[in-house]
T-cell receptor, first 113, second 115 residues
């Protein structure tokens, strides 16, 4: 069985500050890992994904995440927050092509002026 | 290339009525997934379909819920005799029929409210 843990439900940062959103996973097989962003009343947009290869992956809007197998983590970072980054962020995993996604509960990011 | 389309975007039903949610995958995509998002929770998998086949329905409630993806037309998630606990956002995602494909593309969702 697989699971994704996103501790806390809300993170608040100042504009220009570092964004760090944590994600830990559990999987009995090598996982594929994803970060999605959801703006209010919209669907989910893919930010980035890790499948195989380089463990540091870069995504859209300046976000990146690092897969650390030893820590079973896939934390999302952005060096400098922008007001437009305010949204809900979901970490998810699946176990390969054509398989269901297992999501964390999500984290709401607020950005203070 | 149009994205995943879902309609209606908002649906209001009274207890006991039926709800039909439609999902048109991206062009060229033949895999469809349905997820449900309850308030304060993440998305939960419901069902995975390919054209005319249900591949995995392990997340579907045993009663009142059904899904189909016919050869022609959109995928349909059907909820019979809705109850207040069915109020949620229902998201559809699609992916193409390609070996090694792992990315699912999400629609905007249908927000179901049961009165």
């Amino acid at each position: 069985a697989q699971s994704v843990t996103q501790l806390g439900s809300h993170v608040s940062v100042s504009e220009g500050a570092l964004v760090l959103l944590r994600c830990n996973y559990s999987s009995s097989v090598p996982p594929y890992l994803f970060w999605y962003v959801q703006y209010p009343n919209q669907g989910l947009q893919l930010l980035l994904k890790y499948t195989t290869g380089a463990t540091l992956v870069k995504g859209i809007n300046g976000f990146e995440a690092e897969f650390k197998k030893s820590e079973t983590s896939f934390h999302l970072t952005k060096p400098s927050a922008h007001m437009s980054d305010a949204a809900e962020y979901f970490c998810a995993l699946n176990t390969g092509a054509n398989s269901k996604l297992t999501f964390g509960k999500g984290i709401t990011l607020s950005v203070r002026p | 290339n149009a994205g995943v389309m879902q309609n209606p975007r908002h649906l209001v039903r009274r207890r006991g009525q039926e709800a039909r949610l439609r999902c048109s995958p991206m062009k060229g995509h033949s895999h469809v997934y349905w997820y449900r998002q309850l308030p304060e929770e993440g998305l939960k998998f419901m069902v995975y379909l390919q054209k005319e086949n249900i591949i995995d329905e392990s997340g579907m409630p045993k009663e009142r819920f059904s899904a189909e993806f016919p050869k022609e037309g959109p995928s349909i998630l059907r909820i019979q005799q809705v109850v207040r606990g069915d109020s949620a956002a229902y998201f559809c995602a699609s992916s193409p029929l390609l070996a090694g494909t792992d990315t699912q593309y999400f629609g905007p969702g249908t927000r179901l409210t049961v009165l």
